[in-house]
């Protein structure tokens, strides 16, 4: 599949995942104290809302995103907000130098069609990720009715067999996306970095 042209829907407005608001998932996690404020991390940021949100917090944050229009945008409206900048990188294929304790991704982990490029997206949160770095992604799911547009879906079993290796997933359960007025279902998976490599599945006995 070609490469969608971000930059494009950025110039033409076609911004369906941009709210204008923090996302109530990431917010309810970092409310709840479950990650302290340190070095941040967003992948593909957009016009960097959350990314602000988290530095008015007492994050120092890093907001990349592929598309060169986002980074313009984002940085337009950072006026005002320290501990917040944004760059335009290529995650995949060149992540910025970590570590990070904390990489947040906001349907940007799940728009990656073939396996080895979304096993690709994980080894580069794991190698970014401090000694207790934890990494939250919000992922379109397989879950909820049929619907021709949205996010892409993954299955629970898309995300495990990125992640499991290279990471240890703490909390993967089904939500729902908060995207303007749909409410498709997501995954929300928090991973940390690994203590221990991951063991190999055994047999009884």
Known sequence: MPHPDWNGHYAEGFLPWDTGRPDP??????????????????VGCGTGTNSLWLAQRGF???????????VEKARA??????GCRFENVDF???PPPGPFDFIFDRGCFHIFDEPRQRERFAA??????????????????????????????RSARDVLAAIEPVLEI???????FDVQDESPMAWF???????APAQPSTGHG
């Open 92 to 94: 995949l294929n060149a």
């Open 189 to 195: 998976c928090l991973s940390r970095r690994r203590k």
């Open 25 to 42: 998932l990431l917010a309810e996690f970092v409310e709840s104290r479950r990650i302290k404020p340190g070095r941040a991390l967003e």
């Open 124 to 153: 580069q949160v794991a190698g970014l990720l401090g000694p207790d770095g934890q990494w939250l992604s919000l992922v379109g799911s397989t879950e909820g009715p049929a619907r021709e547009v949205g996010p892409p879906r």
């Open 77 to 82: 409206k950072q006026a005002g907000v320290k």
């Open 170 to 176: 703490t909390d993967l359960r089904s939500v729902v």
């Open 60 to 70: 120092d944050v890093l907001g990349i995103d592929i598309a060169p229009l986002a």
